[in-house]
């Protein structure tokens, strides 16, 4: 396993600091939030797509997290395809979308994760879908995936450690459920499933540490992100003090 960052932890902070601080933390992989608000998006000229990889200095791109939802026909899934082709990102993180009970949803959505992968064919770059949205658990992420009908090469998910814990999953069924499709940990702190200001990992109740050991036990071998939800909390513990929290967390597992 690698230790990488979201950029959602830092909003809008421009590429080339990224990388410095990144640096600052001993930290080599980057994940970069895609958004019309962020230094990354489709609307990027060639130029600024070729600006953006110098920026990151060699850091390790684990991938772009974009706002793509299944359960909206994945719309815009085209133009991050591209971006990611430019970028030289090896996985897209899509949403699964909706809210409320997945069952209705679940159809829909696989089918157009279907759609996707065969868009995606030939790119290079992997769909990867997050336990987040209606899709909160490992099991519910599982069925989505396996009606899809692709290959564990051409999509896989994104264990985000904090929903299917306050969905009630337990860490360990999570692992199951998720299995061979496991492509992404992401480690993060609350205080409790209703009290979502991000905190140093390690000083709330999400239980990060579990989490990876149990995907370490299993042989996962791929990045460890530390997604700290900034963007959308101002009050979120500074994001070096964030960084510092998660490097800890990950060199005790």
């Not at 793509?68 to 899934?77: H, K, P």
């Not at 499933?193 to 995907?215: D, F, I």
Request: net charge negative; aromatic share 4%.
């Amino acid at each position: 396993m690698f230790l990488g960052v979201s950029t959602l932890g830092c909003p809008g902070l421009p590429l080339d600091r990224v990388a410095r601080m990144l640096r600052r933390h001993g930290v080599g992989g980057v994940e970069l939030r895609c958004a019309d608000d962020e230094p990354v998006h489709t609307g990027l000229s060639r130029a600024g797509r070729r600006a953006a990889r110098a920026a990151l200095d060699g850091l390790r791109l684990v991938g772009l997290a974009t706002y793509v939802r299944l359960t909206e026909g994945a719309a815009g899934l085209g133009e991050h395809l591209d971006l990611a082709y430019d970028l030289g990102a090896p996985a897209l993180r899509l949403m699964p979308g909706g809210d409320g009970d997945p069952a209705p949803l679940l159809g829909p959505a696989a089918a157009a994760l279907a759609d996707a992968v065969v868009a995606a064919k030939g790119s290079g770059v992997r769909l990867l879908v997050e336990t987040h949205d209606a899709f909160l658990r490992g099991a519910d992420v599982r069925r989505l995936l396996e009606l899809s009908g692709a290959s564990h090469a051409e999509t896989g998910a994104v264990w985000d450690a904090l929903h299917p814990w306050r969905a009630g999953e337990s860490p360990v069924r999570t692992a199951v459920e998720l299995g061979p499709w496991l492509a992404e940990v992401q480690v993060k702190d609350v205080a409790s499933p209703a009290g979502r200001r991000p905190l140093v990992p390690g000083a709330g109740a999400v239980p990060n540490a579990e989490v990876l050991t149990l995907a370490r036990a299993a042989g996962f071998t791929g990045p460890v992100v530390l997604e700290h939800e900034a963007r959308w909390y101002p009050d979120a513990a500074p994001i070096d003090d964030a960084i510092a929290g998660a490097r800890r967390l990950f060199d005790r597992v």
